[in-house]
């Protein structure tokens, strides 16, 4: 019985050596054939592995028939005229993309909240660039649209903001071929923001505020909407520094506590600027500028209050904060 | 509830003749003044600025006396109309929030907002007040035609009521793009309130004293029609003019302050729960006992999460539906 089993094992390793040795061999075979097609691929590449934020996507490079959903793309897409197939219209402004959002061939997918997922089927894209505003909808998108490479790009919470829009630019340059136009943007981004930090003394206080509807809410340094990242990204000293409840939208705060901690600076995101600009709206100049409990503080009293592109709420991309840093450098050295 | 119990009581309470409740001075008002005026004095003093400081004069005349001045007129405003309200569906679940005039209100306001996007404050109320007073008069012609009236079926069908029109509003709001501004404009928040912002809540001042003067007529029209009528009293233009008054005032509170939830529900409650249901002597504890809770509960929003501030309405929403159930245990173990 032992010689038995010991037969058996010389022949299964006689038998399994050859064909072991012979599967190498043509492994390797594969690995030079699968590396020579990558080398030719460099060349003329039809497909870019990036990681999106949920992980490795490979996309088509120049997909011919795209979707965005993210209102951080929309800038940089129509600075490099990539056509889109459908878009939603009614978060982008009237003006700010009129070729996207006048042109009838591009199918509306409405509203964030009451979002019209067919027309995006109806499109037939190859790329979907969604996300941010549309992120509960991906599951869905992914689904219903088998054929199409779904990526989300926009920034995560609790990351850096700024290494995100730089990250979120620098994939879109890879997809869409053109990482010599996206390092120009990261470039003038990041001279935006040198400048900004060069002309801040260090020390005065700044307060970040949101309005809307006539109501002045605060927006906590880091995580607050729009304005939180520039604490961080400048190293701006807070006048208020408390954790924040209400991230997007801000916390409801009153003018006497903004007068009390008396800021050298604010900077206000007007929320409804971009979106209704009659009625009931209150420009924030007029909330903030206007308002006689505040006439006293120091950033009012020396009119050092930088308001917010009226756009910002829409845009928030890469360009807009590029933007944003220049204006507050502006205004930094010029009270200097 | 005991209904028929307490209508005695309130008949004879309006009858002519015999000595009245409220006519005494009673001490247990006086007392119940006191304490109100204590928090209307605290509420004066509970800020982030120190009034000691440079400028702490002018900041109370900017933003603490505006804001309790809104807190007290708001605040008897809500409760006197929960209380009338009340009286004429005779439930004791009806408040302007549990009624939908509050909702209708709303919806009037956002028209105004969409129609006549550039009318004044002054025009907006108007909108939001008649909004509100066909809204109501609806409430009320839809508990003339329901059979079973017994107290809860009459708040489910104001709240009914009020989410279809809610729903209508959202529509609204939604293809208009003010999806945005509809939750800060509702969520009751005295934290705006400013001096030049919150004026024309002197208005509900006058509503409060038409309720004053009309409270006996209120009063036999809580007792039903039949019997309002048999005592000589013009029902339905006594229930119109109501109506009308609950309106304006639901309608200018909230298009300054946004909704109170509750407030016209547990202040009246509490009252008659004390001193039964003599409308005409329980109006001024409900009006002192609506200017104590808002305050109190205003100065909760404001101390909790200094600097910042937690809306009022909240912590109404918090204690009122609290109140609401207990109420409602109450009333299923007296059967």
Redesign the interface.
């Known amino acids: 019985m032992p010689s038995r089993t010991t037969n058996r094992r010389l022949v299964a390793v006689l038998t399994a050596a050859p064909l072991a040795l012979a599967l190498a061999a043509c492994s390797s075979g594969d690995e030079s054939v699968a590396g020579g097609t990558e080398e030719t691929a460099e060349s003329a590449p039809s497909t870019v592995t990036i990681e999106d934020n949920h992980g490795s996507v490979e996309v088509p490079v120049n997909p011919e028939r795209v979707v965005a959903l993210d209102n951080h793309v929309f800038e940089t897409l129509s600075a490099w005229e990539v056509p889109l197939v459908a878009a939603p219209k009614?978060i982008m402004g009237d003006g700010l993309w009129p070729e996207y959002t006048e042109d009838d061939a591009v199918l509306d997918v409405g509203?964030h909240?009451?979002p019209n997922l067919e027309s995006i089927v109806a499109a037939e894209p190859d790329l979907i660039i969604g996300g941010y505003r549309f992120s509960d909808s991906y599951d869905d998108i992914k689904a219903q649209n088998p054929d199409a490479v779904v990526v989300e790009l926009a920034p995560r919470d609790g990351e850096d903001q700024s290494s995100e829009l730089v990250r979120q630019i620098e994939i879109l340059g890879q997809i869409f071929d053109r990482e010599d136009a996206a390092d120009a943007i990261v470039a003038d981004y990041e001279a935006a923001v040198a400048d900004a930090k060069d002309a801040y003394d260090g020390e005065s206080t700044v307060v970040g505020l949101i309005t809307?509807?006539?109501?002045?809410s605060?927006s906590a340094p880091v995580t607050g909407r729009s304005i939180g990242t520039l604490f961080p990204t400048l190293g701006l000293e807070p006048a208020?520094e408390?954790a924040a409840?209400d991230t997007s939208h801000g916390?409801?705060?009153?003018?006497?506590?903004i007068?009390?901690?008396n800021p050298d600076w604010i900077v206000v995101l007007d929320?409804?600027g971009a979106?209704?600009g009659?009625?009931?709206?209150r420009p924030a100049s007029e909330l903030i500028g206007g308002?006689?409990?505040l006439a006293?503080v120091t950033a009012v009293a020396k009119g050092q209050v930088v308001y917010l592109d009226p756009d910002f709420y829409l845009t928030e991309d890469i360009q807009a904060y590029t933007a944003l840093y220049e204006q507050i450098a502006q205004a930094f050295s010029g009270a200097a | 509830m005991n209904r028929s119990a307490s209508a005695t009581r309130a008949a004879s309470a309006a009858a002519p003749g015999r000595p009245h409740r409220g006519r005494r001075p009673s001490p247990g008002l006086l007392v119940a003044v006191l304490v109100t005026l204590a928090l209307v004095v605290t509420s004066l003093f509970v800020g982030v600025y120190d009034l000691g400081a440079a400028g702490g004069g002018e900041m109370f005349l900017i933003t603490r006396l505006p804001r309790t001045l809104a807190l007290v007129l708001a605040g008897s405003a809500m409760a006197v109309s929960g209380l009338v309200l009340q009286q004429l569906t005779q439930n004791r679940f009806v408040e302007p929030t549990t009624s939908g005039t509050s909702e209708w209100a709303a919806l009037g306001l956002l028209l105004s907002v969409v129609l006549l996007p550039t009318a004044g404050i002054a025009t907006r109320m108007v909108l939001a007040s008649v909004a509100a007073f066909a809204g109501t008069m609806v409430f009320m012609a839809i508990l003339r035609r329901v059979q079973v009236r017994s107290t809860l079926v009459v708040p489910v069908v104001g709240i009914m009521l009020g989410a279809v029109v809610s729903a209508v509003t959202t529509l609204l709001a939604i293809s208009t793009n003010y999806l945005q501004l509809l939750g800060t404009w509702f969520l009751g928040s005295f934290t705006s309130v400013v001096r030049g912002q919150y004026e024309v809540l002197w208005v509900v001042a006058a509503v409060c004293a038409a309720i004053f003067v009309l409270s006996d007529r209120l009063t036999v029209a809580g007792l039903g029609r039949d019997v309002a009528t048999n005592l000589g009293l013009g029902y339905e233009r006594v229930v119109l003019l109501g109506t009308a008054l609950v309106s304006v005032a639901s309608g200018v509170t909230t298009v300054v302050v946004g909704f109170l939830p509750f407030l016209g529900l547990i202040v009246p409650n509490v009252v008659s729960m004390l001193r039964g249901d003599d409308l005409r002597s329980n109006l001024p504890w409900v009006c002192v006992g609506g200017v104590a809770l808002v305050t109190a509960c205003d100065i909760v929003g404001r101390v909790v999460r200094m600097p910042f501030e937690v809306p009022v309405a909240m912590i109404l929403g918090v204690v009122g539906a609290a109140a609401f159930v207990a109420l409602v245990l109450r009333v299923q173990r007296r059967g």
Do not use: K, L
């Open positions: 009614g509203m909240r009451e809307s509807g006539g109501e002045i605060y208020i408390q409840e916390d409801d705060i009153s003018v006497e506590a007068a009390a901690a929320r409804d979106g209704v009659e009625g009931e709206y308002s006689e409990a006293g």
